[in-house]
């Protein structure tokens, strides 16, 4: 429970959940509680729709991740678009000068080696930049997951005890009411003999 203290929602329904068992009502004879399952449900059901925020802070970061990978795609096609746009004017120069000059082939096909090397450049950056932003963004969901996941579980934890608890308490308290009843009904029927 005390890694949950920061989380003054649920808290406060854990709170008025103890409140609640401790205002019940005394079973005669006995230190048992009655208290109302109904609110106690309630409660209950109160506590499972409480997720900390760092739940919403998981889904941010699963968002960030998203928006990270997309912009680096768009980067990465821009570069690749730049690429081929300089292979498009290199190769148009190139065939420009080739006209004006005797060795055109030995022209186009530097041309065309430096637009390839440029092209090659381009994509290696743009996967570069797409593997960082994958690795960065995996990062941040498994840290946001590992967090999610000892919440959950101390939540659960805490809640299962306290159902527990909450039980064990009302299962104790209708054996006690029993047994009176069963009291009850044997002095009632010995006055009853002995009117007769």
């Known amino acids: 429970m005390s890694e949950l203290k920061e989380y003054k929602p649920l808290n406060d329904l854990l709170e008025r959940l103890d409140a609640t068992i401790d205002d019940g009502a005394t079973v ?23 997720v900390p925020p760092e739940i919403k802070r998981a889904q941010e970061l699963e968002e960030q991740r998203k928006e990270i990978l997309e912009n680096s795609k768009k980067e990465a096609e821009n570069i690749r678009q730049s690429a081929e746009s300089d292979k498009a004017a290199v190769l148009a120069e190139a065939r420009a000068q080739a006209e004006q000059l005797v060795s055109q082939q ?27 932003a994958r690795a960065e963004g995996e990062s941040i969901v498994a840290d946001a997951n590992n967090k999610k996941q000892s919440i959950m579980e101390a939540m659960v934890a805490n809640i299962n005890s306290t159902l527990s608890e909450t039980a064990s308490l009302l299962s104790g308290d209708v054996e006690r009411l029993s047994s009176s009843l069963d009291d009850v009904n044997r002095m009632r029927d010995a006055i009853s003999k002995l009117s007769e």
């Open 28 to 50: 005669p004879f006995s230190n048992k509680k009655m208290v109302d399952a109904e609110y106690l449900h309630e409660l209950v059901d109160e506590v499972r729709i409480s």
């Open 106 to 132: 030995e022209i186009i096909e530097r041309a065309n080696q430096y637009a390839r090397e440029t092209v090659e450049k381009a994509n290696q950056e743009a996967a570069e930049i797409l593997a960082q």
